[in-house]
């Protein structure tokens, strides 16, 4: 689909389509009180993956996989097979425009028993704009590369440290004060794995931690303004249930943060310069209330000062910053290792978002690959990630070459 849009402002119009998505709908009524975390490549918070996004976006302390890259790539030491491949599709924000894709590949390669490396590019397309005065069109995207490194520090325990490097070229015409954004980023990740008796059931009990994208800012206009990326804090559980020698079943849980600063409101600004009771709906004073974030130091703070202060910046203080967390449920059943069906909740309160949505999907697995399949229901109004569906095929390098082998 074609987009008409005038490139008169300094951010494009499909930025604020992408941070609109992410941190929408402000029910009637509330809007005062609507104060999502705004950050840019807003991207790089979309899972990727279908096993995950079946069971509501969780995945950080489930059993490892070939895409427990984005998740935590801690996990890989504890992975069956030495190496894998994966492909994952997502055609995103369809109910809005089509022409908008996200695409993911990764990979990685156990070294010995202990230790592995592994890698990801993801490449998110916001399809094809044209501008009104001139006609030239563009096909901005967003992409990331991340490589990490991951080692068991013990049986049950292994830790992991990744880069990443972020690139988001949403405009033309670039000159000496627009540009593409760039930016670096850091992960630090753990996992913990290891059996507990449950009556008498040997079940396998896991919890992870990962903090992502701990960076620099990224900027569109040469540095003269910068954005927060999304920094993130996840922490999860998961509990794996056999039934039998064929049937098992887990339950996992995730909880995320994004250590980013919440910004100050525009309700903020107007009643500190112009009284409680001045309205303005049409923020007409937009130009002001960006001088006032000046003045505030909101733009002036660094990431790793923004991580901190994230934990207590919140205007409402406990209470809002409480708000700041969502949180996926998810369940997986499996039979033989072979057939899986999955099921999962994701919630973020209203004034930080309002993604409230369920998840369902499966998965079939063979020796050499497996293919994942997630479809998303949302149950906030007008919410156009309803309906998404998510594809990833993985390949197994173990069960490729055993395959070849036998011919």
């Not at 960076?215 to 954005?227: E, M, V």
């Not at 499996?334 to 099921?343: A, K, P, S, T």
């Not at 293919?371 to 149950?379: K, R, V």
């Amino acid at each position: 689909m074609t987009l008409n849009h005038i490139y008169k402002v300094r951010v494009p119009l499909l930025l604020l389509l992408l941070v609109s998505s992410v941190t929408m709908f402000a029910q009637k009524g509330v809007q005062q009180q609507f104060n999502p975390v705004y950050t840019g490549v807003t991207s790089l918070t979309i899972a990727p993956d279908s096993r995950a996004g079946a069971m509501g976006d969780v995945g950080v302390a489930t059993e490892a996989d070939v895409n427990s890259q984005y998740w935590n790539p801690s996990k890989y030491p504890f992975s069956y097979s030495p190496a894998g491949v994966s492909l994952a599709y997502t055609p995103w924000l369809r109910q809005l425009v089509d022409g908008i894709d996200l695409a993911n590949l990764t990979g990685y390669y156990r070294i010995g028993d202990y230790q592995a490396v592994s890698g990801s590019l993801t490449y998110f397309s916001l399809g094809e704009v044209t501008s009104i005065s001139d006609g030239y069109t563009i096909h901005p995207y967003e992409m990331a590369v991340d490589f990490d490194y991951s080692r068991m520090l013990s049986e049950t325990f292994s830790a992991a440290v990744g880069l990443r490097f972020i690139l988001s070229d949403l405009q033309y015409n670039y000159d000496d004060e627009v540009t593409p954004g760039t930016a670096f980023a850091a992960d630090i990740s753990m996992f913990h794995s290891d059996y507990v008796w449950l009556g008498n059931r040997e079940c396998l009990f896991n919890w992870g931690l990962n903090a992502s994208n701990i960076g620099s800012k990224i900027s569109y206009d040469g540095g003269n303004t910068n954005q927060f990326i999304p920094t993130n804090l996840r922490l999860g559980l998961s509990l794996k249930i056999p039934v039998d020698e064929y049937n098992a079943f887990s339950i996992n849980a995730d909880a995320n943060k994004l250590m980013v600063p919440t910004k100050p409101t525009y309700r903020q600004f107007l009643d500190e310069e112009y009284g409680e009771d001045f309205i303005d709906n049409s923020y007409s004073y937009s130009s002001e209330y960006q001088s006032w974030l000046d003045a505030m130091g909101y733009n002036d703070i660094s990431p790793i000062a923004g991580i901190f202060k994230s934990f207590h910046d919140a205007p409402l203080g406990w209470k809002e910053e409480l708000q700041e967390i969502y949180w996926g449920l998810g369940v997986e059943y499996g039979y033989n290792d072979q057939f899986f069906l999955r099921g999962g909740y994701h919630y973020e309160n209203e004034y930080k978002g309002n993604r409230k949505y369920f998840t369902l999907g499966a998965g079939f697995k063979m020796n050499v690959f497996s293919l994942d399949a997630a479809y998303l229901i949302s149950t906030s109004q007008s919410n156009p990630l309803d309906q998404t569906l998510r594809f990833t095929l993985s390949f197994d390098m173990d069960g490729i070459k055993e395959m070849f082998g036998r011919r």
